[in-house]
């Protein structure tokens, strides 16, 4: 009896069909070229030659980075990134348009492949579930996802001696190929795993609305979503369950007996919420729940509390939770150490007011203020580089020298229509680029020449950007601001939902 393969054996199997997947893309790429430059194009830069005489170094590097990659999900390990920079070196990426028409087209890509390739997909990840006994596939267990095979495609036409923009188009290109080829090689992996006598696994199957998709975690209630906490408040159930009581929450002896019980279990509930959440950071958890009994006694005396999510409580919460989630790499343990210390301090008030939380709101404040003029101040060496190279930049262009892509391989689409976006030293934003979604922060600009100096919080790598390349991650919906978000309105929202689904 042969035995049951394993996702070794799919993984070896897959990489040694890769080659021939790649090639058929390249060549579909190679002959669109063909038949859309002229030759009189092809006289000056001829992209269709360079293509083919790097056509197997490309496909090597390819599947190289795929295998790279399948390895890396077998073993549960990421793929090792470059370590953060120390401070006083900082190493400058500039990213241009070019260098973003890349990024477009490669987010694009994954895309489309996702969209030709559904059921496909949806199928093969039944089949992998099985090779590793997931048998609800409770995880994506496919090491060839869509998006491996297009970052191992940008990893070897990056290699190709051509200028960023016609790599950028070579990705654009190769989106329809590679779709209907991974359709193909997805629904050819489906078919050898069951002839080898795997049985995929079942999902459990959920039937949602339309108004669900977006992250939502519970059925047909979207729409529930409080204007104001006080629209939750009125909808608690009464009588109420038997719950902790007003002195057990609060530390203190019993309540007086004109304390609201919606009041106390309403209190109760959206910090349960907010504890549930997946937006709210690990390391924030804790410091939330800390702060439950001050919240309490300040909803006691300050009944306006639970009447908007403006509230001081509710807004020194948002900024604590968002001060940890993007503290830059090298200052996280000391935000949450200050954090920690300030919760505390606030926590073993007797008098819990609204003052005192908008006194608290005013201190994280400052400490971010604090850390972003550290950040700025060992920037200064990149700084210092960016204005002496603008300084020597300033010199006449001869367009003979550029490298530009033929008209001929431009998409007949015009570009979306820039939509600027104002950022000063300090804001956040997170924004696509080399192939990841980037959480970055402002740490000087030049508007005049041109140059945004931005810090990778994840990283402390540090970018340059052109504002034409700014304006074009977010045209394609690929850069976005990234501020701090009311935790108290998603736990309202929540809340909301269980009530009526309890109803």
């Not at 403006?310 to 954090?339: K, N, S, T």
């Not at 960016?386 to 008209?407: K, N, S, Y």
Request: hydrophobic letters at 45%; aromatic letters at 6%; glycine letters at 4%.
């Amino acid at each position: 009896m042969t035995p049951r393969p394993t996702l070794q054996d799919f993984v070896d199997d897959e990489l040694l069909r890769a080659p021939l997947t790649l090639d058929q893309v390249v060549d579909a790429v190679v002959e669109q070229w063909r038949r859309t430059t002229p030759a009189a194009s092809r006289m000056s830069a001829d992209p269709v030659r360079v293509l083919t005489q790097h056509r197997s170094d490309l496909i090597n590097d390819a599947v190289r980075e795929l295998r790279t990659r399948a390895r890396a999900e077998l073993t549960g390990t990421p793929q090792a990134k470059a370590a953060p920079a120390a401070p006083a070196k900082l190493a400058l990426a500039l990213i241009g348009e070019d260098e973003v028409s890349v990024d477009v087209e490669v987010s694009r890509a994954v895309e489309r492949v996702k969209s030709a390739a559904e059921f496909e997909l949806r199928e093969l990840q039944a089949f992998t579930s099985a090779l590793v006994d997931d048998v609800n596939v409770a995880r994506d267990t496919n090491p060839f996802r869509p998006e491996s095979y297009v970052r191992s495609l940008w990893v070897g036409v990056s290699g190709v001696p051509m200028s960023r923009a016609l790599q950028a188009a070579f990705m654009r290109d190769a989106a329809t190929p590679l779709s209907k080829t991974l359709r193909q090689t997805y629904a050819a992996a489906c078919t050898r795993l069951e002839s080898q006598g795997v049985q995929p696994a079942a999902y459990r199957t959920i039937v949602l609305g339309a108004t669900t998709r977006g992250g939502l975690d519970l059925p047909n209630y979207t729409t529930l979503n409080p204007q104001q906490l006080s629209e939750l408040r009125h909808s608690m159930p009464m009588p109420l369950d038997e719950g902790p009581t007003l002195a057990a929450l609060a530390g203190k002896p019993a309540a007086p007996q004109g304390v609201d019980p919606q009041l106390v279990e309403l209190i109760t509930r959206l910090f349960d919420a907010m504890q549930a959440s997946k937006r709210l950071p690990a390391a924030a958890i804790p410091l939330v729940l800390r702060l439950q009994p001050a919240a309490m006694r300040a909803a006691v005396r300050d009944p306006a509390m639970l009447e908007s999510y403006d509230h001081p409580v509710w807004r020194f919460m948002d900024q604590l939770g968002f001060m940890i989630e993007a503290a830059p790499a090298a200052d996280a343990e000391r935000c949450v150490a200050y954090c920690r210390q300030l919760v505390d301090h606030l926590a073993s008030e007797d008098q819990a007011t609204a003052a005192r939380f908008e006194w608290g709101t005013g201190r994280l404040v400052a400490f971010e203020r604090h850390v972003l003029d550290q950040g700025i101040a060992a920037a200064g060496p990149a700084i210092d580089r960016i204005r002496a190279e603008i300084g020597a930049a300033h010199q006449p262009i001869d367009v003979g020298t550029l490298d530009t892509v033929p008209a001929e391989l431009l998409p007949d689409l015009p570009p979306p229509a820039p939509a600027p976006i104002a950022l000063q030293p300090g804001d956040r934003l997170r924004a696509y680029l080399h192939g990841e979604w980037r959480r970055l922060q402002l740490l000087w600009c030049d508007p005049e020449a041109d140059h945004w100096l931005l810090r990778d919080m994840a990283t402390d790598q540090t970018w340059v950007l052109r504002q034409r390349a700014l304006d074009r991650l977010v045209a394609e919906r690929l850069a976005r601001a990234y501020q701090p978000r009311s935790l108290v309105r998603d736990a309202a929202n929540r809340v909301l939902q269980r009530l009526h689904v309890g109803a």
